[in-house]
């Protein structure tokens, strides 16, 4: 117990690139450019969905909830990687780094359930159109996205509650940009195995339950598409789960490459990650919170008129 108070105290050092000092630079720049776009983007997107009538409808209001989230996600962490770049030797406490691990695992599972929903919305618009305004209807589709707030909030509670009990009694170096949990996880000096099996079962819930879920969605919605007799009314059918889709692939397809296995200490002593699986993870990061109001807008005719309009509204009251 006296080990584990001891760690509330600690500090820890964010490695980041600072084996690399003229990559630093050059990744400063870079990710302060994504971060900017990001802001704007999902900014854009959520004035939109809210200022044109015309988007308040259960898919619009489930998008505005993804760059809410996205906007969240992101600032949870790019400040804190932007600083270490300039910053010789990063630090930071144990209660921030607990901060830092509870917002990203809530956002990040947020988003898997809320990709979940907008993948039943879809199948009801396109397999169900009929029932639509009665399936999604207001009483229906804002509890539904209330409710992958509260599971992201629920898992993030429970994985930092038991990565806090963890005594830190060695090296305080993460092998990082940010307070990454599996980093973390590999400083402790006790058995880590409850918080892997931990980590196991929320991948099953928060990644295999969704991804099942939206493919399953989607045999429904393509097999309803492929029944339309005429090719105009399939590529309008389509198109109105195109973006959702394409965004589906990248976030699930990135966050199962990366995360999906949780590792537990290296027995072998081998406890540096190379530092192209760091990029990786500071990409990922940035990458599908970035390409989400981009792949939207390309996608989505309402969403493209809407920005338009808010574009010469702003024009005209100047």
Request: hydrophobic share 50%; glycine share 6%; proline share 5%.
């Amino acid at each position: 117990m006296e080990v584990a108070n001891q760690s509330i105290g600690a500090e820890f050092v964010l490695l980041g690139l600072s084996d690399h000092p003229k990559l630093e630079k050059t990744f400063f720049v870079l990710i302060l450019l994504m971060y900017l776009v990001i802001l704007m983007g999902n900014g854009v997107l959520i004035l939109v969905t809210i200022l044109d009538s015309h988007l308040h409808t259960p898919m619009y209001f489930f998008l505005g909830n993804l760059s809410f989230l996205d906007i969240c996600y992101t600032t949870s962490s790019i400040p804190l990687v932007l600083d270490g770049f300039l910053t010789p030797r990063k630090t930071i406490s144990f209660p921030g780094c607990a901060v830092q691990m509870a917002l990203s695992f809530a956002m990040g599972a947020t988003e898997c359930v809320l990709l979940g929903m907008m993948a039943f919305d879809r199948y009801v618009a396109i397999c169900n159109p009929l029932r639509y305004p009665v399936v999604m209807s207001k009483a229906a589709y804002v509890p539904m996205a209330i409710s992958s707030w509260v599971a992201g909030g629920a898992n993030s509670l429970v994985q930092i509650s038991l990565a806090v009990q963890l005594p830190f009694c060695g090296d305080n170096v993460i092998n990082h940009f940010t307070c990454e949990i599996l980093a973390v996880l590999k400083l402790a000096c006790a058995d880590i195995s409850i918080n892997v099996i931990s980590m196991g079962v929320a991948n099953v819930i928060f990644l295999g339950v969704p991804v099942l879920f939206i493919f399953i969605s989607y045999i429904f919605i393509l097999t309803t598409i492929l029944r339309i007799p005429s090719a105009e009314g399939r590529k309008k059918a389509f198109s109105t789960c195109s973006a959702h889709l394409t965004v589906v692939i990248i976030f699930y397809g990135t966050i199962l490459f990366m995360y999906a296995k949780p590792k537990s200490k290296d027995p072998l002593g081998a406890d540096k990650q190379d530092v192209s699986d760091k990029l990786i993870s500071l990409f990922y990061g940035v990458l599908t919170p970035m390409l989400n109001p981009i792949i939207y807008s390309l996608r989505n005719k309402d969403v493209k008129v809407a920005v338009k309009n808010l574009v010469n509204q702003k024009c005209f009251t100047k």
